[in-house]
Structures are given as structure tokens and as C-alpha cells.
């Protein structure tokens, strides 16, 4: 049985199928489809790594030793623990451990998992409406609350922490599976929750109900200036953005003066989403690159021909909310020069996870990257720093000492990282306040670009 075993277990570590990288929220994150336009937009260019040794597979020693003395252990509980245990939830729970030290994206998938993996990209399922984090301890820190869900309506901020689901503390096993915040649409979900700022935990009753996500909106702020806000990047979010831009444009007369893009606390997506909306406001440049050890790892993205604000100035309105794929989106605009950025530092989650498939529905979630910018920054445990910082109006509402990659136990280390990350996370900023400066500081841009053309 023990050499059985062992065999099994050198066969799991030499067969891992290969697939597409993929893109994360820090909760969930949806697949990256290699490059893919969305519908009706350009494609994109995905240029292969230059890296010369790209095409040589790494040749990897299984080390028999430690799986030798694996199976001692495994052998040892299942002989001598005081009480019987399954031999599948110890497999499960061994499987985890190999994930739990490496990052806070890294995990293990069970089968109903990965479909709800699967469910993020569409942006219909039955829950709260909430992108969040599983802590070490079993606790879920709160990426983001999406727009006008049941989560967002309740008062669920980002940055929060949900410590109990119905009075019962969470523990690591709470969340496998669907989770505890998932369930039957019309049933109730009391949440107790800290958040930073409060004199004692707060207790919020939240109704479930089957969450449809729209992703893309936008209204005109303003004669010739319009807004457009994206919660998160999913399937059809590239269409979507590309249908409100057009119609903002027709209610202009033709042609914007300006854009507002709101990509506060939007914890990210479908990274081809994000990649599409990016070149569908520049005419040229790259978009983000990404860099690991193996060779799929390694991909660019650049832009086609084709602004279709017609070089109309742009701000990019974030916050500490803001991560992942909103990340590389004001990154890219950020360093082409196409935008000016504007809030407070972003998340800082710059790295790829890898969703690889395994024969029983089960997947293993697997952090394989870190993105870059255009300038060949990383964003990982850094962010994005804005051009023009602004603060919450209300110095309680902040979550900044809480909230951040850099902040995570176990985080993956940025390339550019120090001591002094953490001190430099930043705020969430709420209501319509940061809308009214990102709007002042938009025509500012207008008004120079204005100059700048008489001359």
C-alpha cells in the first residue's frame, strides 16, 4: 500500500497538464483567454517572450525523500490518531498545505470551486455580491463590494473583514466549497464584520439573492465630459464599455471633450478585458507584460491602431480597492501618457495565477507570473501610485492601515518592494467626492490640451 501510494503521489507531481494563464481579483479570478478580442474590438497584438531559453522545459528531480517521509507522516495519523480519520480529507488536507505557504492566491479548487470560478467571468450567481480574500485563519477580507448588490446596499466596504457567518467564527474549512457567503437567493446571511475605525465588530444582515453583474456604466457629468464605471472585468465588459462610450458620445454630439474612467475598488477580472478596454483608448504602445518561469508564463500586449476617444484627455479615478486587472488598465494609459491618474495607491496585486485542470473536476489555482507595466514596472506589493492623491472625507471611512497586497501574510514580494510598503497603502474612497476631483482635474487636462493646440 505504501509503495502504492508513493507512486501515486511521483505520477501527481510529474503530470500537471499545461494551459492558459489566467487572470485574478484576489478572490476569484476568471480566465485570460491568450489574447482574445472581445466582441467587435480590435485585436490584439500578443508578442512571444524574447527570453532565449523560453523553449527549454526545466527538468525538475522529484524529491523522493520528502515524499518518503510524507507517507511516513500520512501513515503514522492514519494508524495511530485518536480518532479514525478519512483518508480523502487527509489527502485534501495535504493537498492545501503544499498551497498554503506560497502566496494568498494559490489554492486548491475543488469541483464546485472551479465552477464557481468559472461563474466570476459571466457575473451570475447566487450570493451577497462581494469579491473577498480567504485569510490563513478563515477569516475573508473584503476586496470589494459590487455595484448595487445586496453586499454594496447593506454597507460592506472594501476593506472589511468578515470574522463570523450567523454567529459561527470562520475557519479555514468554512470556505471550501461554494462558501458560506453563497446560498439559496431570498435566504438571509448575518455577517459579523471589523472594520477599521470601529469601536467594536459590526453586525450586518445581508438577503442573497442571484447576482447579475453590470459590469459597464456611464452618464454624462457634465456637457462634453462624460463617466464611465467599471466594477469589474468580466466576459462582456470590453462590448459593454465600447457600447456606453458610444452612446456617451451621442449625447455629446458626436465627441467627448473628456472621460472620467472609475475603477475605484474594482478588484479586477478577465485580464483580455481589461487588455481590449486599454486599446480601445490608445493608438499605439504596449499594454502589460508578464513575466515568470515558465514559458507560458511569459507573454506582451500591445496595442492596435484605433483610440476611439480620438486622443479626447482621460483621468482614471482608483483606490486601494482598485487591484489586479484595474491595475494593469491604469497602468497602461499611465505610462503611454494617454491618462492622468487620480485617487490614492492602488491594491497592488500584480501577479498571474494559473488555473490548471486536474482529471477529477478539481483544479489547483497557481500564482506562475507577475505583471509589468509599460515602463517595466511591477505592481505587485507596489500598485499604482496616482498623479494627484486624494484623501477620504471621512478619516474613519479609511482603510489604509488594513488594506493592501503588501499587508497579506505570505504575500509574493514585489520586485521594487521595502520596509516601508506597507506604510504607503492607501485609501477607499466613497461617494461621489473623488468623481467631483477627478471631473476639476479632467479640465485641467482639457484646458491644456486647448492651449497647447493654439499654439
Known sequence: ????????????????PAVHAQEAPPAQPPAMEDGEPGPGGKAV?????????????????????????????????REAYVD???????????????????????????????????????GAYDGI????????????????????TPADKAGIKAGDTIVAVDGKPLVPSDNDGPGPLRGKPGTAVRLTILRDGADKPLDIEVQRQTIRVASVRGRMLEPGYGYVRI????????ADFQRVLARLQREAGGKLQGLVLDLRSNPGGLL?????????????????????????????????????????????????GSASASEVLAGALHDNKRARVVGSRTFGKGSVQTVLPLDNGDSVKLTTARYYTP????????????DVVLKPENANASAASEFAEVLLPGHLRGDEEDDRA?????????GEAPIAAALAELKKQVAGAAVTQRR
Open 45 to 77: 497584438e500578443v508578442a512571444p517572450s524574447d527570453d532565449p531559453d523560453a523553449s527549454e522545459s526545466a527538468t525538475t528531480k522529484v524529491p523522493l525523500e520528502e515524499i518518503r517521509r510524507y507517507v511516513g507522516v500520512y501513515n503514522a495519523i
Open 129 to 148: 455580491g462581494v469579491e473577498v480574500m480567504q485569510l490563513p485563519d478563515g477569516k475573508l477580507r473584503v476586496i470589494a463590494p459590487i455595484d448595487d
Open 375 to 386: 515602463s517595466g514596472k511591477s505592481i505587485q506589493a507596489r500598485g499604482i501610485e496616482p
Open 272 to 320: 483580455t478585458s481589461a487588455v481590449q478596454i486599454a486599446d480601445d483608448l490608445l493608438e499605439r504602445g504596449k499594454i502589460v507584460s508578464t513575466r515568470g518561469r515558465a514559458p507560458i508564463s511569459e507573454a506582451e500586449f500591445s496595442a492596435t491602431p484605433g483610440d476611439r476617444l480620438a486622443g479626447a484627455p482621460v483621468v482614471v479615478l482608483v483606490d486601494a
Open 231 to 238: 466594477a469589474a472585468f468580466q466576459v462582456d465588459s470590453a
Open 422 to 430: 506597507g506604510a504607503r497603502a492607501g485609501d477607499v474612497l466613497d
Open 1 to 16: 500500500m505504501r509503495r502504492r501510494l508513493l507512486s501515486l503521489i511521483v505520477a501527481s507531481l510529474l503530470v500537471l
Open 84 to 122: 479514525p480519520v478519512d483518508d480523502k480529507a487527509l489527502m485534501h488536507s495535504a493537498i492545501r498545505g503544499l498551497l498554503l505557504d506560497l502566496d494568498p492566491h494559490s489554492a486548491y479548487l475543488e469541483r464546485p470551486d472551479a465552477e464557481a470560478f468559472d461563474e466570476g467571468t459571466t
